[in-house]
């Protein structure tokens, strides 16, 4: 290797991006692969979005407004909280990264359950920390384990809510509860990157939370339900100190004049985004419950995904249900995850995954 990278760097496995229907295609042999596999929006954008992008066409020459104080403001608007308490990044992953940057140091713990989000781990490796990784419980955020596990040296704990790959949520008075159990010198950071696709009425608004626990930050994204994924923008909010010290680690101009304008106009759009929600909801629905019917298991899903808790078997059914033109993310010796899209590619999918346990010789499970 050229220079010297840090030993860090060599243990740091690439993140790995939902495989392409392209890269599918060509594998094996096949035509029409749908990509179900990133959790990305079925629709087209919104036309008063692609307007607010075109708008910004003429300016791609000027620096972006490095502090998106108009963004700022909407979304603190929006949020019901004061501007300082809200700060954007290209994508919540960018937001991770800044918080594992600003609050961790090597040596230092980060905490998380798992299996969750892939990029916790990523980020805690890049800064040399040490992890902790308590095992989900019922495919879900075992909040009293992931407390009992915090020690004195734990910077920062990741809670994924929906949780990321498995689609179960915490309620939010567990939420509340684990937080009274926190060191406050303890980061607890609330990835809410599915939240508009939440239907537990467990699950309630956290921004509430953040008056009384000012070590609390959340993030949320405009990839997912506002179907951004993209252009890279996303949001955290929480106390200001918490807010600044993000901000001190953007690389500069990190989000472009595009996508504030793009998140702008989908902050004005607020209802249509529930619209398609409610549309990719509705398919949850009925996607849960054709495959719990013809006999699989599958946890009560919260985001805008199903998973198949296929455990060992989990690669092979990657490879069959690829094999029948559906590409997910399969992850080895725990699950599948599939995204919910539109009704044909959902139905294509029911279909693949009959056919997959077919070819498996293996029965719902
Ligand atoms: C998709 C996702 C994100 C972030 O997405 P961005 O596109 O970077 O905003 C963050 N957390 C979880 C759990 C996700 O699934």
């Keep these: 290797m050229t220079g010297r990278p840090r030993p860090a760097i060599h243990s740091l496995p690439a993140y790995r991006p939902g495989r392409s229907a392209a890269a599918a295609e060509a594998e094996h042999g096949i035509v029409d692969a749908i990509k179900l596999a990133s959790n990305e929006a079925p629709f087209d954008p919104l036309p008063s979005v692609t307007d607010a992008i075109s708008a910004g066409l003429g300016q791609i020459n000027l620096y972006p407004d490095h502090g998106a104080a108009d963004l700022r403001t909407e979304l603190a608007d929006h949020l019901g909280v004061e501007v300082e308490q809200v700060t954007i990044a290209a994508g919540s992953v960018g937001l991770l990264q800044q918080l594992v940057l600003a609050y961790v140091d090597p040596g230092d713990t980060v905490a998380t359950c798992w299996p969750s989000f892939e990029a916790y781990p990523l980020f805690a490796l890049l800064v040399e920390a040490n992890q902790i990784r308590v095992p989900l419980r019922d495919e879900t955020f075992d909040l009293p384990a992931l407390a009992d596990a915090i020690e004195t040296d734990t910077k920062v704990v ?115 985004m529930r619209t398609r929600v409610a549309d990719v909801v509705a398919e949850r629905s009925r996607v849960v419950a054709a495959l719990r019917s013809s006999g699989w298991t599958i946890p009560a899903p919260h985001g805008n995904f199903v998973w198949l808790p296929l ?55």
């Excluded at 070590?215 to 923008?233: Q, Y």
């Design 311 to 365: 455990g060992d078997l989990a690669a092979d059914f990657g490879v069959a249900l690829e094999r029948h033109g559906i590409v997910t993310r399969a992850f080895p010796a725990v699950g599948v995850r599939v995204t919910v899209a539109d009704a044909a590619s959902n139905d294509r999918f029911i279909t693949a995954l009959s056919a997959a346990a077919t070819d498996l010789h293996v029965t719902p499970r």
């Design 158 to 272: 990741f809670i994924a809510n929906p949780n990321n790959p498995t689609g179960t949520v915490v309620g939010t008075d567990e939420i509340e509860h684990f937080l009274r159990t926190v060191p406050t010198g303890c980061l607890v950071v609330l990835d809410e990157a599915y939240h508009e696709f939440v239907t537990d009425p467990r699950v309630t608004d956290a921004t509430a939370l953040i008056a009384d626990h000012p070590n609390l930050v959340i993030t949320r994204t405009f990839s997912k339900a506002h179907g951004l994924a993209g252009l890279r923008i996303g949001y955290a909010f929480g106390h200001p100190d918490v807010i600044g010290a993000i901000d001190r680690t953007l690389v500069p101009f990190a989000v472009n004049d595009l996508a504030q304008r793009a998140a702008r106009a989908s902050i004005a759009a607020t209802d249509e």
